[in-house]
């Protein structure tokens, strides 16, 4: 009975499912999925840095300055962003000075001891975010941190067993995911490649099943992931 009880503790995550209440009802689908909204134009810093980066009110602003959601069910939404943009729709509109930043709550978060970069996975390694996200442009609520059995459902996703968010899901995508090296379309694998020609034996090690791992590039390096 104790055994049971602990063997189920340990597979609790306390990652998985996370969906922390938000200010406004954002959902992506709306925006992200019918009316296509690229992730970038949002999420702008997820090619070039280290995180993703959230919207300030001013992006919201470029389309809600028009779409007032005047007779929709979800006015009341819109009204909060001008609330936050301190826009005045009366008349033709004016900033009246008065802002008031949404606090949008961390949906996906890591312990201050790991290391996570956005652009050296989607940029470098070619990851979609679907992988680590699920499908965002079906999202038809807030965002939430998807178990990893949803993540195995979507198609051309690497599929893992380990809850997301956990270590052991990093380690086990490392283990898995092969890098495409030598094929002249990225400089840094092609760096590598390079010095490994050099290494015979290593390229022979590496190439044994036809393929090389992130983690044989070093990706179970604990320094890599941890501060
Ligand atoms: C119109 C702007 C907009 C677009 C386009 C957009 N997002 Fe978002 N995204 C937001 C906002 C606002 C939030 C914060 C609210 C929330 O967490 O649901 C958010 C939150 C997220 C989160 C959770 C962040 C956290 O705190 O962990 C993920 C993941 C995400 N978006 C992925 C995507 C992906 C993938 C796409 C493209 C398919 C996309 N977004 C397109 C505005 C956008
Ligand atoms: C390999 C997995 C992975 C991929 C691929 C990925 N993300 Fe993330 N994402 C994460 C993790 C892990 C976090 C939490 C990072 C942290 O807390 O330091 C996160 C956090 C976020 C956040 C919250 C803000 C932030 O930067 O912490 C947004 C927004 C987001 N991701 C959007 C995207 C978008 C858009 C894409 C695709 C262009 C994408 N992600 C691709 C794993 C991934
Ligand atoms: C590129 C244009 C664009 C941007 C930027 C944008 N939206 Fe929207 N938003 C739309 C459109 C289009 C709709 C759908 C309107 C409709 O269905 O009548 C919408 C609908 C909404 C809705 C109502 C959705 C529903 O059906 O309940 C909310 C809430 C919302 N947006 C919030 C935001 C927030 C918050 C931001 C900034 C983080 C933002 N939007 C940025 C275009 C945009
Ligand atoms: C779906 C697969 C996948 C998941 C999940 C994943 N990664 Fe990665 N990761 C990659 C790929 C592909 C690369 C190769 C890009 C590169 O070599 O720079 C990479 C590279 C890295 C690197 C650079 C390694 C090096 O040798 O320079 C670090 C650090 C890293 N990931 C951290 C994380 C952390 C932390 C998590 C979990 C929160 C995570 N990754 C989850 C696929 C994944
Ligand atoms: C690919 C990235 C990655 C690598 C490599 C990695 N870790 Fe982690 N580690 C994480 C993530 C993400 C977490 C936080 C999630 C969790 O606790 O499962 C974590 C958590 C931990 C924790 C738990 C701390 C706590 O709060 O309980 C310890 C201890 C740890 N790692 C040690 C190591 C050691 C030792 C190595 C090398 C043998 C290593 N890690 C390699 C990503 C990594």
Not at 22 to 45: E, L, M, T, W
Not at 167 to 184: A, F, L, N, Q, S
């Given at each position: ?14 990652m ?29 810093s997820v090619t070039k840095s280290k995180s993703a980066g ?52 961390k949906?996906h978060v890591l312990p201050d001891h790991v290391y996570f970069n956005h652009s050296q996975h989607v940029v470098v390694g070619?990851v979609?975010?679907?992988?680590c ?29 380990k809850?997301t968010l956990t270590m052991g899901w990093c380690i086990e995508c490392h283990g898995?995911k ?10 840094y ?25 992130v983690s044989?590039l070093g990706g179970w390096e604990c320094a890599k992931c941890h501060y």
């Amino acid at each position: 009975m104790i055994v049971t009880l602990f063997q189920g503790l340990y597979r609790i995550n306390v990652m998985e499912d996370y969906q922390p209440s938000q200010p406004i009802a954002f959902p992506h689908d709306r925006h992200a999925g019918v009316n296509g909204i690229d992730c970038k134009y949002c999420h702008n810093s997820v090619t070039k840095s280290k995180s993703a980066g959230i919207p300030s009110v001013n992006v919201c602003m470029n389309c809600h300055k028009q779409i007032n959601g005047e007779g929709k069910p979800f006015a009341g939404e819109i009204k909060k962003i001008y609330a936050a943009a301190g826009w005045d729709p009366a008349g033709a509109g004016k900033y009246t000075g008065k802002t008031k930043p949404i606090v949008w709550n961390k949906v996906h978060v890591l312990p201050d001891h790991v290391y996570f970069n956005h652009s050296q996975h989607v940029v470098v390694g070619g990851v979609d975010c679907k992988q680590c996200h699920g499908d965002m442009k079906t999202m038809n609520e807030t965002a939430k941190v998807q178990p990893v059995e949803e993540l195995n459902k979507i198609e051309g996703n690497v599929q893992l067993t380990k809850p997301t968010l956990t270590m052991g899901w990093c380690i086990e995508c490392h283990g898995k995911k092969d890098v495409k090296i030598g094929d002249g379309k990225n400089a840094y694998y092609d760096e590598i490649h390079r010095r490994l020609k050099k290494d015979p034996a290593l390229y022979k090690k590496y190439y044994k099943d036809g393929k090389v791992s992130v983690s044989e590039l070093g990706g179970w390096e604990c320094a890599k992931c941890h501060y």
